[in-house]
């Protein structure tokens, strides 16, 4: 018989992101936010291998990676408001952390499944400031895919790649329920 954990069910179900541009001051402290990291260290991790990371990025730090994006982007040549979107989230940001997707040799444990988890791992961090009362959202854009944007901002190696950037902070405005799927268009029931 299963132990229904309604309350848990209730915030998965009505659980929203928050813009990143509507985030405001304060944000959680240093052991605020590691009680948000233990919640998304928790993921499914196939072979236990955990692959992946975390890199705070700190209020002092966001204009040094909004100008690294900057130029990363003049020198790829992208439009002008490509750049200025990916840089903003930097320059309006307050606290962001970094979910690094380590690589790591497996016999056993195909590529695309590290991949899975580091993704899981950004929904679980994500889920777990939002469940906090915090503000938070999920983001990405070209810069993270980036391999010059990744060694010259985090230092990151080869077999590393970010997996996203999780914006947290408080809340400012509630932003408005957006569409969701149809279940009946996206499920497919097998009986035998």
């Known amino acids: 018989m299963p132990n229904p954990n309604p309350d848990a069910l209730t915030f998965l179900q009505t659980r929203r992101s928050r813009p990143a541009k509507t985030l405001s001051m304060p944000v959680p402290d240093r052991s605020e936010l590691e009680q948000l990291l233990v919640a998304a260290a928790r993921t499914p991790d196939h072979g236990k291998l955990e692959p992946w990371r975390f890199i705070v990025i700190e209020k002092p730090a966001m204009p040094r990676i909004a100008s ?7 020198a790829l ?13 930097f ?8 979910v690094i997707e380590v690589q790591k040799a497996s016999e056993k ?47 990151l190696k080869e077999n590393e790649r970010i997996a996203g950037f999780i914006h947290i902070a408080t809340e400012t405005t509630a932003p408005p329920e957006r569409p969701r799927p149809a279940l009946d268009e996206i499920t497919t029931w097998v009986s035998q």
């Open 68 to 74: 690294i994006v900057q130029s990363r982007g003049e």
């Open 77 to 89: 040549g992208l439009a002008p408001e490509q750049i200025t979107k990916g840089r903003l989230q």
């Open 91 to 98: 320059e309006q940001g307050h606290l962001a952390v970094a």
């Open 109 to 155: 444990i195909p590529a695309l499944e590290q991949t899975y988890s580091a993704g899981a791992v950004c929904l679980a961090l994500l889920n777990a400031a939002l469940a906090a009362g915090w503000g938070a959202n999920w983001l990405s854009g070209w810069a993270s895919h980036d391999r010059a944007f990744m060694t010259e901002a985090f230092d």
